[in-house]
Protein backbone atom coordinates (compact mmCIF):
# COMPACT_ATOMS: atom_id res chain seq x y z
CA UNK A 1 0.00 0.00 0.00
CA UNK A 2 1.56 3.31 -1.02
CA UNK A 3 0.78 6.85 1.03
CA UNK A 4 0.63 9.63 -1.59
CA UNK A 5 0.87 13.12 -0.56
CA UNK A 6 1.19 15.41 -4.04
CA UNK A 7 4.72 16.06 -3.60
CA UNK A 8 5.53 12.51 -2.86
CA UNK A 9 4.95 9.05 -2.19
CA UNK A 10 5.83 6.09 0.48
CA UNK A 11 6.28 2.71 -0.66
CA UNK A 12 7.92 -0.65 -0.62
CA UNK A 13 11.22 -1.00 -1.98
CA UNK A 14 12.00 -3.32 -4.68
CA UNK A 15 15.55 -4.54 -6.12
CA UNK A 16 15.56 -1.30 -8.87
CA UNK A 17 15.77 0.90 -5.47
CA UNK A 18 19.36 -0.60 -4.90
CA UNK A 19 21.43 2.53 -6.07
CA UNK A 20 19.43 5.31 -4.91
CA UNK A 21 18.76 3.52 -1.28
CA UNK A 22 22.90 3.30 -1.39
CA UNK A 23 22.77 7.53 -2.01
CA UNK A 24 20.42 7.86 0.83
CA UNK A 25 22.51 5.66 3.31
CA UNK A 26 25.89 8.01 2.25
CA UNK A 27 23.79 10.87 2.90
CA UNK A 28 22.93 9.10 6.49
CA UNK A 29 26.49 8.35 7.02
CA UNK A 30 27.95 11.69 6.57
CA UNK A 31 25.69 12.82 8.89
CA UNK A 32 27.18 9.78 11.48
CA UNK A 33 23.53 8.48 11.45
CA UNK A 34 23.48 5.59 9.47
CA UNK A 35 22.51 3.24 12.21
CA UNK A 36 19.03 5.31 11.60
CA UNK A 37 17.85 3.27 7.93
CA UNK A 38 18.80 -0.15 10.27
CA UNK A 39 19.87 -1.88 7.09
CA UNK A 40 22.88 -1.24 4.47
CA UNK A 41 22.93 -1.40 1.37
CA UNK A 42 25.34 -4.57 1.51
CA UNK A 43 23.37 -5.92 4.11
CA UNK A 44 20.23 -5.75 1.78
CA UNK A 45 22.07 -7.65 -0.72
CA UNK A 46 22.79 -10.39 1.87
CA UNK A 47 18.84 -10.31 2.93
CA UNK A 48 18.30 -11.18 -0.60
CA UNK A 49 20.80 -13.90 -1.20
CA UNK A 50 19.85 -15.21 1.82
CA UNK A 51 16.04 -15.34 2.17
CA UNK A 52 14.75 -13.94 -0.59
CA UNK A 53 12.90 -10.51 -1.37
CA UNK A 54 10.39 -11.28 1.76
CA UNK A 55 11.92 -9.06 4.03
CA UNK A 56 10.81 -6.28 1.42
CA UNK A 57 7.40 -5.59 2.62
CA UNK A 58 8.99 -4.29 5.89
CA UNK A 59 10.84 -1.91 4.08
CA UNK A 60 9.16 1.73 3.19
CA UNK A 61 10.60 4.46 1.32
CA UNK A 62 9.82 8.05 0.42
CA UNK A 63 9.81 8.78 -3.02
CA UNK A 64 9.79 12.41 -4.41
CA UNK A 65 10.18 13.00 -8.09
CA UNK A 66 11.90 9.81 -9.01
CA UNK A 67 14.59 10.60 -5.80
CA UNK A 68 14.75 8.58 -2.45
CA UNK A 69 14.45 10.85 0.35
CA UNK A 70 13.75 9.25 3.15
CA UNK A 71 13.19 5.48 4.59
CA UNK A 72 11.33 3.35 7.06
CA UNK A 73 12.82 0.09 8.09
CA UNK A 74 10.03 -1.22 10.17
CA UNK A 75 11.23 -5.04 11.81
CA UNK A 76 8.46 -7.43 12.83
CA UNK A 77 9.47 -8.97 16.51
CA UNK A 78 6.62 -11.30 16.80
CA UNK A 79 7.74 -13.57 20.02
CA UNK A 80 8.00 -10.41 22.00
CA UNK A 81 5.38 -8.18 20.59
CA UNK A 82 6.86 -5.58 19.32
CA UNK A 83 7.87 -3.96 15.99
CA UNK A 84 11.19 -1.53 15.97
CA UNK A 85 11.11 1.42 13.61
CA UNK A 86 14.34 2.48 12.10
CA UNK A 87 13.44 5.81 10.04
CA UNK A 88 16.18 8.44 8.29
CA UNK A 89 15.33 11.35 6.35
CA UNK A 90 16.89 13.58 3.79
CA UNK A 91 17.38 16.36 6.31
CA UNK A 92 15.72 19.16 3.84
CA UNK A 93 12.46 17.28 4.50
CA UNK A 94 12.56 16.09 8.05
CA UNK A 95 9.85 18.84 9.02
CA UNK A 96 7.34 17.51 6.48
CA UNK A 97 7.70 13.69 6.40
CA UNK A 98 8.36 12.35 9.67
CA UNK A 99 4.56 12.18 10.51
CA UNK A 100 3.78 10.24 7.48
CA UNK A 101 6.49 7.71 7.92
CA UNK A 102 5.43 6.97 11.75
CA UNK A 103 2.22 6.35 10.48
CA UNK A 104 3.37 3.89 8.04
CA UNK A 105 4.57 2.28 10.69
CA UNK A 106 2.10 2.28 12.87
CA UNK A 107 -0.44 0.79 10.10
CA UNK A 108 2.56 -1.76 9.26
CA UNK A 109 2.09 -2.63 13.08
CA UNK A 110 -1.32 -3.34 13.00
CA UNK A 111 -1.19 -5.57 10.20
CA UNK A 112 0.93 -7.65 11.73
CA UNK A 113 -0.95 -7.67 15.01
CA UNK A 114 1.38 -5.78 17.32
CA UNK A 115 0.62 -3.90 19.81
CA UNK A 116 3.87 -2.24 20.44
CA UNK A 117 6.32 -0.13 18.54
CA UNK A 118 9.91 0.71 19.96
CA UNK A 119 12.41 3.72 18.27
CA UNK A 120 16.00 4.80 19.12
CA UNK A 121 17.09 7.95 19.01
CA UNK A 122 20.80 9.66 20.41
CA UNK A 123 20.12 11.97 23.61
CA UNK A 124 21.69 14.52 21.76
CA UNK A 125 18.85 14.52 18.80
CA UNK A 126 16.65 16.92 20.71
CA UNK A 127 14.68 17.77 17.98
CA UNK A 128 13.83 14.06 17.24
CA UNK A 129 13.55 13.44 20.51
CA UNK A 130 10.42 15.85 20.57
CA UNK A 131 8.81 15.02 17.41
CA UNK A 132 8.79 11.67 19.29
CA UNK A 133 7.23 13.14 22.30
CA UNK A 134 4.97 15.09 20.30
CA UNK A 135 3.99 11.73 18.29
CA UNK A 136 2.82 9.90 21.67
CA UNK A 137 6.32 7.80 22.12
CA UNK A 138 7.26 8.08 25.44
CA UNK A 139 10.74 6.85 26.71
CA UNK A 140 11.39 3.12 28.31
CA UNK A 141 15.10 2.42 28.24
CA UNK A 142 18.71 4.18 28.58
CA UNK A 143 21.50 2.54 26.70
CA UNK A 144 25.23 4.15 27.64
CA UNK A 145 28.08 3.68 24.56
CA UNK A 146 30.68 3.42 25.97
CA UNK A 147 34.59 3.71 24.87
CA UNK A 148 38.00 2.18 26.22
CA UNK A 149 41.22 3.22 24.34
CA UNK A 150 45.05 1.74 24.61
CA UNK A 151 43.92 -1.73 24.38
CA UNK A 152 46.22 -4.54 25.48
CA UNK A 153 46.78 -8.13 23.95
CA UNK A 154 47.34 -9.51 27.68
CA UNK A 155 44.91 -12.16 28.72
CA UNK A 156 45.99 -13.04 32.51
CA UNK A 157 46.01 -16.35 31.85
CA UNK A 158 47.58 -16.84 35.22
CA UNK A 159 44.23 -15.67 37.15
CA UNK A 160 42.03 -18.74 35.26
CA UNK A 161 40.74 -21.28 37.40
CA UNK A 162 41.28 -24.63 36.65
CA UNK A 163 37.80 -25.49 36.04
CA UNK A 164 37.61 -22.76 33.57
CA UNK A 165 38.75 -22.38 29.74
CA UNK A 166 38.35 -20.65 26.83
CA UNK A 167 38.73 -20.78 22.96
CA UNK A 168 37.36 -19.33 19.86
CA UNK A 169 33.98 -20.51 18.35
CA UNK A 170 34.53 -23.35 15.46
CA UNK A 171 32.95 -23.37 11.88
CA UNK A 172 29.82 -25.58 12.76
CA UNK A 173 29.17 -24.09 15.85
CA UNK A 174 26.92 -21.65 15.13
CA UNK A 175 24.03 -22.89 16.86
CA UNK A 176 25.73 -23.66 19.93
CA UNK A 177 26.14 -19.51 19.77
CA UNK A 178 22.15 -19.62 19.26
CA UNK A 179 21.47 -21.15 22.43
CA UNK A 180 23.72 -20.09 24.68
CA UNK A 181 22.58 -16.49 23.02
CA UNK A 182 19.50 -17.16 24.08
CA UNK A 183 19.84 -18.85 27.58
CA UNK A 184 21.80 -15.72 28.56
CA UNK A 185 19.48 -13.12 27.55
CA UNK A 186 15.64 -14.73 27.52
CA UNK A 187 13.80 -12.20 28.94
CA UNK A 188 15.92 -9.51 28.99
CA UNK A 189 14.44 -6.13 27.84
CA UNK A 190 14.29 -5.64 24.22
CA UNK A 191 15.95 -9.30 23.19
CA UNK A 192 14.59 -11.43 20.67
CA UNK A 193 15.35 -14.62 20.62
CA UNK A 194 17.53 -15.68 17.68
CA UNK A 195 17.63 -18.64 15.01
CA UNK A 196 21.01 -20.09 13.95
CA UNK A 197 20.26 -18.94 10.05
CA UNK A 198 20.10 -15.40 11.93
CA UNK A 199 23.34 -15.77 13.62
CA UNK A 200 24.97 -16.90 10.29
CA UNK A 201 23.81 -13.82 8.45
CA UNK A 202 25.01 -11.73 11.29
CA UNK A 203 28.27 -13.01 11.04
CA UNK A 204 28.07 -12.42 6.96
CA UNK A 205 26.67 -8.98 7.31
CA UNK A 206 29.43 -7.30 9.46
CA UNK A 207 31.96 -8.71 8.03
CA UNK A 208 33.08 -11.17 10.41
CA UNK A 209 33.87 -14.69 11.36
CA UNK A 210 33.34 -17.28 13.57
CA UNK A 211 37.01 -16.55 15.24
CA UNK A 212 35.78 -13.38 16.17
CA UNK A 213 33.38 -14.94 19.27
CA UNK A 214 35.69 -16.61 22.31
CA UNK A 215 33.47 -19.28 24.18
CA UNK A 216 34.06 -19.68 27.77
CA UNK A 217 34.17 -23.24 29.45
CA UNK A 218 32.39 -24.48 32.50
CA UNK A 219 34.46 -27.87 32.54
CA UNK A 220 33.09 -29.23 28.95
CA UNK A 221 30.06 -27.13 28.99
CA UNK A 222 29.63 -23.86 27.56
CA UNK A 223 28.34 -21.06 29.40
CA UNK A 224 29.19 -17.78 28.18
CA UNK A 225 30.60 -15.90 24.88
CA UNK A 226 32.10 -12.70 24.09
CA UNK A 227 31.13 -11.72 20.47
CA UNK A 228 33.47 -9.02 19.17
CA UNK A 229 33.07 -6.83 15.94
CA UNK A 230 35.87 -6.35 13.94
CA UNK A 231 36.28 -2.66 11.70
CA UNK A 232 39.96 -2.63 10.40
CA UNK A 233 39.41 0.70 8.49
CA UNK A 234 38.83 2.33 11.32
CA UNK A 235 40.40 0.09 13.70
CA UNK A 236 37.73 0.55 16.02
CA UNK A 237 36.54 -2.79 17.84
CA UNK A 238 33.20 -3.31 19.34
CA UNK A 239 31.75 -5.61 22.24
CA UNK A 240 28.80 -6.97 20.12
CA UNK A 241 27.63 -9.10 23.49
CA UNK A 242 28.50 -10.75 26.39
CA UNK A 243 26.25 -13.56 27.81
CA UNK A 244 26.48 -15.90 30.23
CA UNK A 245 24.04 -18.30 31.26
CA UNK A 246 22.10 -17.24 34.53
CA UNK A 247 23.32 -19.92 36.96
CA UNK A 248 26.89 -19.40 36.05
CA UNK A 249 26.98 -16.03 36.47
CA UNK A 250 28.95 -14.24 39.38
CA UNK A 251 31.68 -16.79 39.01
CA UNK A 252 33.84 -13.41 37.36
CA UNK A 253 33.20 -14.86 34.14
CA UNK A 254 31.65 -11.36 32.58
CA UNK A 255 35.04 -9.89 33.23
CA UNK A 256 37.43 -12.81 31.88
CA UNK A 257 35.78 -13.19 29.09
CA UNK A 258 35.74 -8.94 28.65
CA UNK A 259 39.76 -9.58 29.29
CA UNK A 260 39.72 -12.16 26.03
CA UNK A 261 37.49 -10.26 23.95
CA UNK A 262 39.40 -7.08 24.53
CA UNK A 263 42.72 -8.85 23.79
CA UNK A 264 41.37 -10.35 20.53
CA UNK A 265 40.55 -6.87 19.25
CA UNK A 266 44.05 -5.49 19.92
CA UNK A 267 45.47 -8.66 18.13
CA UNK A 268 43.45 -7.80 15.55
CA UNK A 269 44.96 -3.89 15.28
CA UNK A 270 42.41 -1.92 16.88
CA UNK A 271 43.62 0.56 19.18
CA UNK A 272 40.12 1.25 20.83
CA UNK A 273 36.92 -0.58 21.75
CA UNK A 274 33.18 0.21 21.92
CA UNK A 275 29.93 -1.34 23.50
CA UNK A 276 26.58 -0.96 24.62
CA UNK A 277 25.11 -1.54 28.12
CA UNK A 278 21.44 -1.06 29.41
CA UNK A 279 21.69 1.65 31.51
CA UNK A 280 19.85 -0.99 34.61
CA UNK A 281 22.35 -3.21 34.45
CA UNK A 282 24.62 -2.29 37.01
CA UNK A 283 26.49 -5.05 36.80
CA UNK A 284 27.58 -4.68 33.34
CA UNK A 285 28.35 -1.09 34.20
CA UNK A 286 30.38 -1.71 36.91
CA UNK A 287 32.56 -4.46 35.18
CA UNK A 288 33.16 -1.94 32.06
CA UNK A 289 33.96 1.51 33.95
CA UNK A 290 36.52 -1.01 36.28
CA UNK A 291 37.75 -2.16 32.93
CA UNK A 292 38.31 1.34 31.64
CA UNK A 293 35.73 2.16 29.58
CA UNK A 294 33.95 5.75 30.06
CA UNK A 295 30.35 6.89 28.17
CA UNK A 296 30.94 8.80 25.41
CA UNK A 297 27.09 8.81 24.36
CA UNK A 298 23.84 8.04 25.33
CA UNK A 299 20.71 6.51 23.59
CA UNK A 300 16.85 6.65 24.73
CA UNK A 301 14.23 4.09 23.43
CA UNK A 302 11.21 5.02 23.35
CA UNK A 303 7.64 3.18 22.96
CA UNK A 304 4.37 3.60 21.55
CA UNK A 305 1.41 1.25 22.51
CA UNK A 306 -1.50 0.20 19.89
CA UNK A 307 -4.49 0.37 20.53
Not at 29 to 55: H, M, R, T, V, W
Not at 90 to 112: A, C, D, Q, V, W
Not at 209 to 217: A, K, M, Q, R, T
Not at 277 to 295: H, I, M, Q, R, W
Request: proline content about 3%; some cysteine.
Amino acid sequence: MQIKNGKYRIRNYNISDWNNYARLHSIAAAEGKEEYLGISPEQIQLQLECSGNSFFKNLFLVEKNKEIIGSLFAVPEREIGRSVLYCFIHPTYRRKIGYNLLLKGLEHSINLDINTMHLNLKKNNSTGLAFLKQSGFRPVRKYLEMQKSQLEEKEYNNKIPTDIYFRSLQPGEEKTLTQLQNDAFRGSWGFNPNTTAEIKLCFRSNNGSVEDVILGFFGEEPVGYCWTFVDKKKRIGRVHMIGIIPCYRKKHLGKLLLKRGLAYLAKKGMHSAVLTVDNENEPAKTLYNSAGFNVINTTLWFEKKIG
